[in-house]
């Protein structure tokens, strides 16, 4: 056989193992991010509900949805282990204090006042879409109306 017939298999198990090789890593990262889990971090499931790690055992999590519901479930139905800062702003709604942000930020009701400028603000001026002018009116009443049935053609 000759090397151009064994090129596109080649290439076929070069693509496989790149894509095999991606999804270990991620495999591999979501396993660690199980395994790292600690009593008292927040987590969010594969189902989207967030909640406090209890404890933790070799293949399931105990779980504090809330006060008195305590509920087990698989490691592998933990989707994020989240940040103490980003599980207190979802569950609690707390944003995190940065002193970069000021209370005193003005957000405009509409995007008109983003793009005017202090020219295009003072000229009220305003250009009318919807209207023709009086003589294009008088224009377009001078053609006579074509009807379904007439055509161009002379």
Known sequence: MSLVTLLPFIVLIGAM????????????????????????????????????????????VLLDAGPGVHLMFAKNA????????????????????D????????????ASSLTET???????SRIDLGKKDDEAEKADDAEPKKTDGESDAK
């Open 17 to 60: 193992f790149l894509m095999t090789r991606s999804a270990k890593k991620k495999q591999q990262q979501a396993a660690t991010m199980r395994n790292e889990m600690q009593p008292g971090s927040g987590v969010r499931t594969i189902g989207g509900m967030y909640a406090t790690v209890k404890e933790v055992h070799d293949d399931a």
């Open 118 to 124: 202090d020219e295009t603000a003072a000229d009220d």
């Open 99 to 110: 002193d970069e942000l000021t209370d005193d930020a003005v957000v405009p009701d509409d």
């Open 78 to 97: 933990i989707g994020a282990v989240l940040s103490d800062d980003e599980y207190n702003r979802i569950v609690h709604g707390e944003e995190a204090v």
